[in-house]
């Protein structure tokens, strides 16, 4: 059975305080869910924030590493470290970081393959542009972008990989993907991992969508058969809408 997940991606946001305020009204409001709930800060914040999550439901986790064990890489952090305090999942190919830090398809096969040799789990994000889905293009790109970063992985290393289907033009926009277009883009995914590594395995894979998620729209979204669970990024910096949205899963 493949886990519900439900992971707020919190971005370049909130202050120590701010973190410790957040992350007290999500523990203190967290309702039961069958879902796994994560959270994502700032690096500087993820120590406080795993002291003060320890115990709790709530899983603390990096928006990023790098792919080198340590070294000469200035502003980067590895995986030794974010073990070290605690951390064992790491979001990598945020579209943002493909954007404005140049990630590209092979830096984030790398960054992959650190990750899994590190024995962590990765929430793993693709998803296409406005004018690659206004072209007709966008199951191509999804298809390449998995294909580039993933599929040269045993069939083993999957256990470790969370997808994240965030089409570009729905991140921040106010702009959803319709359900339908969600659960059309999910199935597509999941027969690509079919193809690859068989239909059992992909049954496995959890497949998250992201991109204006919201409570008003999560249920609907979480409903359909193939998405399981959202990565939400504007809507977790607010405790109620994070837990919102957490209820949407059930
Ligand atoms: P959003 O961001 O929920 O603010 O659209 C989603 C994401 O970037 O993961």
Not at 45 to 70: C, P, R, W, Y
Not at 71 to 100: C, F, N, P, Q, W
Not at 210 to 217: D, F, R, T
């Given at each position: 059975?493949?886990?519900?997940?439900?992971?707020?991606?919190?971005?370049?946001?909130?202050?120590?305080?701010?973190?410790?305020?957040?992350?007290?009204?999500?523990?203190?409001?967290?309702?039961?869910?069958?879902?796994?709930?994560?959270?994502?800060?700032?690096?500087?914040?993820?120590?406080?924030?795993?002291?003060?999550?320890?115990?709790?439901?709530?899983?603390?986790?990096?928006?990023?590493?790098?792919?080198?064990?340590?070294?000469?890489?200035?502003?980067?952090?590895?995986?030794?470290?974010?073990?070290?305090?605690?951390?064992?999942?790491?979001?990598?190919?945020?579209?943002?970081?493909?954007?404005?830090?140049?990630?590209?398809?092979?830096?984030?096969?790398?960054?992959?393959?650190?990750?899994?040799?590190?024995?962590?789990?990765?929430?793993?994000?693709?998803?296409?542009?406005?004018?690659?889905?206004?072209?007709?293009?966008?199951?191509?790109?999804?298809?390449?972008?998995?294909?580039?970063?993933?599929?040269?992985?045993?069939?083993?290393?999957?256990?470790?990989?969370?997808?994240?289907?965030?089409?570009?033009?729905?991140?921040?926009?106010?702009?959803?993907?319709?359900?339908?277009?969600?659960?059309?883009?999910?199935?597509?995914?999941?027969?690509?991992?079919?193809?690859?590594?068989?239909?059992a395995l992909a049954q496995n894979v959890s497949i998250l969508y992201g991109?204006?998620?919201?409570?008003?729209?999560?249920?609907?979204?979480?409903?359909?058969?193939?998405?399981?669970?959202?990565?939400?990024?504007?809507?977790?910096?607010?405790?109620?809408?994070?837990?919102?949205?957490?209820?949407?899963?059930?």
């Amino acid at each position: 059975m493949r886990s519900k997940i439900v992971a707020g991606n919190w971005k370049m946001n909130k202050t120590a305080g701010q973190t410790n305020a957040l992350l007290a009204e999500l523990s203190a409001k967290l309702p039961d869910t069958r879902a796994e709930v994560m959270v994502a800060p700032v690096f500087v914040n993820l120590t406080q924030a795993v002291g003060q999550l320890g115990g709790s439901k709530i899983e603390v986790v990096a928006q990023n590493m790098h792919f080198a064990d340590n070294g000469a890489y200035t502003g980067e952090v590895a995986a030794d470290m974010l073990l070290d305090i605690g951390i064992k999942t790491v979001i990598l190919g945020h579209s943002e970081r493909r954007a404005y830090f140049g990630e590209d398809d092979a830096l984030l096969a790398k960054k992959v393959q650190q990750a899994l040799a590190k024995q962590m789990r990765v929430i793993f994000c693709f998803g296409e542009e406005l004018a690659d889905r206004k072209a007709g293009n966008h199951f191509n790109v999804v298809e390449s972008q998995l294909k580039n970063a993933l599929f040269a992985l045993p069939a083993d290393a999957w256990k470790q990989i969370v997808l994240a289907y965030e089409p570009v033009w729905a991140i921040g926009t106010g702009e959803t993907a319709s359900p339908e277009q969600a659960q059309e883009m999910h199935a597509f995914i999941r027969q690509l991992i079919a193809g690859g590594y068989g239909d059992a395995l992909a049954q496995n894979v959890s497949i998250l969508y992201g991109g204006s998620v919201k409570p008003g729209n999560a249920a609907e979204i979480f409903s359909k058969p193939d998405v399981d669970g959202g990565l939400i990024g504007g809507a977790s910096l607010v405790a109620d809408d994070f837990i919102g949205i957490i209820k949407g899963i059930g």
